[in-house]
């Protein structure tokens, strides 16, 4: 046997040289001209664009990695002449790195959970339940995806600072409503309601999902006697793996990087509100040195805001690549 395969791999090895011989033999030295182009314009294009995808974080480690002379120095492009690690330092102690990262995953990762929850179940119910109005509230869902936020900022803000379910709470109490703010429950109660941060997109893909799933498997479900709660939970969601690894790295990643409703609700819990205060004018002289150096913590601290998400990427891309792959084919 290994004879034989030994035989093989020769074979194989000398028909690869054949072939590549009879390639330049069959073509003139234009074609030849041609085809090392192409190689050479491809290779441009691909290194440009990766030039152009990694230059802002090049550009932010370069910054951070930095003393403060270098900022002045014009001969200082991409190396430092003076490496020093206190920016980091610096930055990480006036962000409250720690605090901040775990106020973020906790807020992300219980957002995405909850969103994930009532945006399956609202997917499913367009796609497989038919009732009177259905392509209406689907219309309005879409309809969520193009409003901007800051329409309803005054009534949403209004809405959690005086907290009440149908003024049973005033009824009871007497008092105007619960004061829910400089906490993370409205992000919850938004989120499990299916009207948090990009929900109406959640529920398109999953009603797009669940729509291309044969029937046979709700049918053959009901034949067993399975009610719909159950068909959704042991037949439907089991098959919507992609549609659901899409719709949770989205809500993660977006949840992480929301500025708008963490400054309305709950300003300085969470990495990127406390990174606004490093924006010029904002400050405080006794943690950066000095108003002149922001854009130097500025950047920094831009570095240490995407650190967590990249390595979030660097382990879960391939899934993500995969979900979107066989969301965009299935859906």
């Not at 957002?111 to 219309?139: D, E, M, N, P, V």
């Amino acid at each position: 046997m290994e004879a034989e395969t030994k035989v093989k791999s020769r074979i194989s090895d000398s028909a690869l040289v054949r072939a590549a011989t009879s390639w330049y033999d069959r073509h003139s030295p234009v074609e030849k001209a041609k085809h090392w182009l192409w190689i050479f314009i491809r290779s441009v294009l691909i290194v440009g664009i990766c030039f152009i995808i990694l230059y802002p974080i090049i550009t932010k480690l370069s910054i951070a990695l930095r003393d403060k002379q270098d900022m002045f120095d014009a001969t200082v492009v991409w190396l430092p002449r003076h490496f020093t690690l206190d920016n980091i330092k610096i930055v990480m102690g006036y962000l409250k790195y720690s605090e901040s990262v775990t106020n973020t995953l906790l807020l992300s990762l219980g957002t995405s959970l909850l969103q994930l929850a009532s945006c399956a179940l609202a997917g499913y119910g367009f796609a497989r339940l038919k009732f009177r109005g259905s392509a209406i509230l689907f219309g309005v869902v879409i309809f969520t995806i193009v409003v901007p936020p800051q329409t309803i900022m005054v009534p949403t803000y209004l809405h959690y600072r005086f907290f009440d379910v149908f003024g049973l709470y005033h009824l009871f109490t007497g008092k105007d409503g619960v004061n829910l703010l400089e906490s993370f429950w409205p992000f919850f109660i938004s989120s499990g309601l299916a009207m948090g941060l990009k929900n109406g997109l959640y529920i398109y893909i999953f009603r797009q999902f669940f729509r291309s799933l044969p029937k046979d498997l709700e049918e053959a479900a009901y034949v067993d006697g399975a009610g719909i709660p159950g068909t959704f939970a042991r037949v439907m969601l089991p098959n919507a793996v992609p549609a659901i690894a899409t719709v949770m790295l989205f809500s993660f990643i977006w949840q992480w990087n929301d500025s708008y409703f963490v400054n309305l609700f709950a300003p300085n819990y969470t990495l990127l509100a406390r990174m606004l205060d490093l924006l010029p004018g904002a400050v405080r002289p006794e943690y950066v040195g000095g108003i002149s150096h922001t854009s130097l913590y500025l950047n920094t601290g831009t570095l240490l805001g995407i650190l967590p998400i990249f390595i979030l990427y660097l382990f879960a891309q391939r899934y993500f690549v995969e979900s979107v792959e066989r969301t965009g084919l299935v859906g």
